[in-house]
């Protein structure tokens, strides 16, 4: 612990985090880091992770804030990072909070317009990544099947004109049914 005073909320990377919380845990509440990023940032600054957010000092928020913005400068690996090789700049980098949406979206926008597969995919709302869509991700209704019990409204208009026939036809389908009746 830290003879600083404790502070109720903690200001880190333009997210408030209330300084009740343990470090690893409050670290984890801004966006694009997740609990083995919040580790491998604590550990890397020798900050015990069950410390609270409040007792932290201000140069310890500073470093953790230096090291969130610039992993690759703290010797992290690239793998760890969630934007590799980005299409436009060709580095590493680790997007955060609002970032990553607008990001999303661009990429998504620059399928769709560059008419690639994936682009294709997303436009139409099927599923992008290979899954398979024969029985699975239907949005809305079943398809191809009826409800048992209630007939479609195509039958219900058509089988009263096929069903009824005719007075005339009903006592020459009553003789051919007798006889039919007593051979068996």
Request: hydrophobic share 35%; with cysteine; net charge positive.
């Amino acid at each position: 612990m830290s003879t600083q005073e404790y502070r109720h909320i903690v200001r880190i990377v333009g997210n408030d985090i209330p300084g009740a919380k343990k470090a690893i845990v409050g670290l984890t509440q801004i966006k694009g880091i997740g609990y083995n990023f919040a580790t491998a940032i604590l550990d890397t600054l020798k900050i015990n992770t069950n410390t609270n957010i409040g007792f932290l000092s201000e140069s310890d928020v500073q470093s953790i804030e230096k090291l969130i913005t610039n992993p690759v400068a703290g010797n992290f690996p690239t793998w760890f990072l969630n934007r590799r090789k980005d299409i436009e700049t060709g580095s590493n980098m680790h997007l955060l909070t609002s970032d990553i949406p607008f990001t999303l979206r661009n990429d998504i926008e620059r399928e769709r317009i560059t008419n690639s597969w994936r682009g294709y995919r997303h436009m139409y709302g099927l599923k992008v990544r290979g899954q398979c869509t024969r029985t699975t991700g239907r949005k809305g209704g079943a398809v191809g099947v009826a409800k048992a019990g209630k007939p479609a409204p195509a039958q219900a208009a058509a089988a009263p004109t096929a069903a009824a026939p005719t007075a005339a036809a009903k006592p020459a389908e009553a003789k051919k049914a007798a006889p039919a009746e007593k051979k068996k």
